[in-house]
């Protein structure tokens, strides 16, 4: 008899990617499932056009893969406005972030992940990819999401990047 294997969740941010290497990545990931963890679901620019949420949902549909928005994962605007100072304060922008500020994390953790249920975010025997927009998942919040996951459920963790 086969041990059973842990799910795996992988992290997925738009920066970075064409339409075609983000759709490539994931099905090279094996990911049946996109759980979007955006507060909101556009992406400014036309580069990234193609990540806003229609036409994101059309292009996954066309690859077979599924997608969910999970917005009670998303931080709040007020969480946002805080990394976004701490992004001033250090000269960094949006796009070339690589860490989340403490204070972000501390808040992030206690004011949304330790109350929602993950139980049932990933199901059994699907890979996922949780979704953001930031190109490394250490500068995002799905990081934060992704790390519960592997240690309250025992999931394996892989982050794609462009």
């Known amino acids: 008899m086969t041990e059973a294997r842990a799910p795996t969740v992988a992290t997925i941010g738009v920066y970075g990617w064409t339409l075609e290497a983000f759709l490539d990545a994931l099905r090279a ?19 990234y056009a193609w990540a806003n949420a229609v036409r994101l949902q059309a292009a996954l549909a066309e690859a077979g893969i599924g997608y969910r928005h999970r917005k009670e994962l998303a931080p709040t605007t007020e969480l946002r406005d805080l990394q976004y100072r701490e992004d001033e304060r250090q000269g960094v922008g949006k796009r070339s972030r690589v860490e989340l500020a403490p204070e972000y994390v501390l808040r992030y ?24 927009v930031e190109r ?15 240690a309250d459920y025992g999931m394996s963790v892989v982050h794609l990047r462009p």
């Open 29 to 47: 990931a094996g990911v049946a499932l996109v759980l979007d963890v955006r507060q909101r679901r556009g992406v400014r620019g036309s580069e």
């Open 136 to 150: 490394d998942s250490e500068a995002c919040h799905r990081s934060l999401i992704a790390d519960r996951l592997a």
């Open 109 to 132: 953790t206690t004011e949304i992940l330790d109350h929602a249920d993950l139980a049932g975010l990933v199901p059994a025997g699907v890979t996922s990819a949780l979704l953001c």
